[in-house]
């Protein structure tokens, strides 16, 4: 509904108060207008959300996997590596290997309307949002092995902020992937600010990887960490820097600087 049409619905004659039909409370005509605002507000947010081109933009909205094409080509790994298929322990794990997929890979799948589900409010507050220590795991699209970390998503809102459980659940939308974690990280800040228009997003992640842990080089006690600085953020040190010191904080370590 245009801002236009909104208005209209109050131009026909005096602005009467509206009898609720559930109380005996009276609706006046801004509570209308504030009502019926929020709903267009709404509206234009799932209109975003369900967008082709953000839909193509951030890999969503993808077909059903193919779990049979998968327990097939499962069975032929079994028989090219050397085991039997037809043998007890391995006469399920096809099924289960498309299942996991199927699960490891939802990513792709997640309808962004759904997961925002309208919970993005107007708040007056203009200082940093952070979520820290967000488990997240995804597949490496070089040898689909596991990586694993924690991520850290901070905004400074503009005019609106999201609900706490959303922040996670981005992480889960781009982590249920095949993945690099630098496109990752890049992916959860754009999308974050795509959703919000804040003044800034940072995130952060930090992530062990399985493949050069069990394979390769075989270091099993290294790490990666990956960032990404949008907005304010990225323009001003300082606001980074408090960002960093709030992590520090909260992991105990010394300044790790900006």
Known sequence: MSRSNVNSLFQTGKRQ???RTDSSKETTYEDQMEV???GETETALNIQLQDSDLLQKYELAWPPVDQRTIQESVKKI???VGED????GLLNTPKRVAGAYAELLSGYRTDPAELVNNAIFDV???DMVIVRDIEYFSLCEHHMLPF????HVAYIPGKKVIGLSKIPRIVDMFSRRLQVQERLTRQIADFVNEVLDPRGVAVVMDGTHMCSMMRGVHKCHSGMTTS???????EDRGVRQEFMMHLERSAGKKTLGA
Not at 85 to 88: K, N, T, Y
Not at 148 to 151: D, I, K, L, P, S
């Open 17 to 19: 108060p509206v009898k």
């Open 36 to 38: 019926i605002v929020v």
């Open 78 to 80: 079994l028989a090219a």
């Open 85 to 88: 298929p037809s043998r007890e």
């Open 124 to 126: 007056e507050y203009d």
């Open 148 to 151: 694993m970390g924690h991520a």
């Open 228 to 234: 990404a600085m949008l907005g304010i953020f990225r």
